[in-house]
Each structure stands twice: as C-alpha cells, then as structure tokens.
C-alpha cells in the first residue's frame, strides 16, 4: 500500500497512520515526526527546521524533498509507505511524482482529511503528545485513563507542542490553505483524490477510511 495522507494539521493524519500501519504493514513517514526528532537529538536539520516550525510555516522544500527520498530509498519503503505531512506544496507533490514514476511505483491513493476549521483548532489547543512513545492524546477526550500528565501506555511524560498554541495554530492553518490546499484539485485531476469525513471519532475516521480504501 502506497498513500499520501493529507490533510490540515489536527485532521488526525497521525493517529489514522497508527491504525493503517498496524492493518497494512507499511512504513509510516511523518515529515513533522522526523523533524522533532532531529530537533530533540540537536542535528543540523534539527536546528535548521526549528525556525520554521515554531512559527509554524513551512520548511523549504529542498531540506523536506531530501529527508523524504532519503528515507523512501531505505529497504523497509518497498513493502509500502504512509506519507503524512508530505507532500505539502506543490512542489514537494511534483518531486514525488517524479521519484515515485522512477521506481514503478504508483500511489494507490491520497486521502482528504475533511474537517471544518473551528473543530481543528479546538482539537489542536487540547492535544497533548508522550514524550517517550509519541503517541496522541487529547484532553477532550479523556480516554483509557489518560490524565494529561502521564502517557497510559507506557509511563511516559505528556506535552504539549510548542506549534499548539492557538496563534501558531491559526498561522499553520493559514499555510495549509495557502500552500498545501492546491493539492487537492492536483491529486484530483490525477484521479488519486479519495475524501473522508473526519469530523467524528478516530474509530469513524478509521472505519471511512478502510471503505474508501477498499
Ligand atoms: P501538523 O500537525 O501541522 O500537520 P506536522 O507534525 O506534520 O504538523 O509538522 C510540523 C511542522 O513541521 C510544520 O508546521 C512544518 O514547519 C514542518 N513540516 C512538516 N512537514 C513538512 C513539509 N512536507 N514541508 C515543509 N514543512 C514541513
Ligand atoms: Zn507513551
């Protein structure tokens, strides 16, 4: 399986990657993911992209096209990839297409995260992040136990992410609009366009999901 998750940021790309990658056996890159990881081990693309994304606008497309490919030539991409958080532009989606035409290997589908704009942010201002194993949660939805300050899975310590403040929020919303939203009419002339409403539970979301996928 071969997909491209876009979406706006608190669409749930993330936790819908989660699910697919346990259904699919396929990689899961998260361009975003990456990024804090660097920036948490201090590496140079670490400290490149933190300017950027405090502010919550884009990294240029050249550092983002050369992290993906880099990981997309490892072993592990031939079973399949999820790409979440890439392409972002149009630029980015012109690469892949090249890179991806190179190989024999195309997309079997990008799916639209459909979700209005209020319910994004209401989301993003309460979503918090464990620190040790990444995994999601939010204080709107106070599930297996989850208190706001440890991780239920696995002990680890919560956070919330310094883009989740409510101005960043709007900014990267402005930037998904501005830059990322084109894609849409993109993938949709190449008849890879499928659309989901994620408006509901990440168990809806995941369930709208499988049916588009087949
Ligand atoms: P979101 O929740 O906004 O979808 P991500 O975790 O995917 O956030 O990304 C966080 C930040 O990392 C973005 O705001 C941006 O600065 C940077 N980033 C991630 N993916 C890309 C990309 N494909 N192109 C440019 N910048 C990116
Ligand atoms: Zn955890």
């Not at 140079?44 to 030539?73: F, I, T």
């Not at 012109?94 to 997309?107: H, K, S, T, V």
């Not at 900014?171 to 008849?191: H, M, S």
Request: proline fraction near 4%; charged fraction near 30%; aromatic fraction near 8%.
């Amino acid at each position: 399986m071969r997909l491209v998750l876009l979406g706006a940021p608190g669409s749930g790309k993330g936790t819908q990657a989660a699910f697919l990658k346990e259904r699919y056996g396929c990689i899961h890159v998260s361009t975003g993911d990456i990024f804090r990881e660097n920036l948490r081990n201090k590496t140079p693309l670490g400290l490149e992209a933190e300017g950027y994304m405090s502010k919550g606008a884009l990294v240029p497309d050249e550092v983002v096209v050369k992290m993906v490919s880099a990981r997309l030539r490892e072993q592990d991409a031939e079973a399949g990839f999820l790409l979440d958080g890439f392409p972002r532009t149009v630029a980015q989606a012109e690469f892949l297409d090249a890179f991806l035409q190179e190989r024999d290997w195309p997309l079997d589908a990008v799916v639209l995260f459909a979700i209005d704009e209020e319910k994004l942010v209401q989301r993003l201002v309460n979503r918090r992040t464990c620190r040790s194993c990444g995994k999601i949660y939010n204080l709107l939805r106070a599930e297996d136990g989850f208190d706001g300050k440890k991780c239920p899975a696995c002990d680890g310590e919560i956070y919330q992410r310094e883009d989740d403040s409510e101005r960043v929020i709007r900014n990267r919303l402005k930037v998904f609009g501005d830059q990322t939203a084109p894609l849409i009419a993109w993938y949709e002339k190449k008849e890879l366009l499928r659309r989901i409403d994620v408006s509901g539970t990440p168990e809806e979301a995941f369930e709208a999901l499988e049916a588009v996928l087949g």
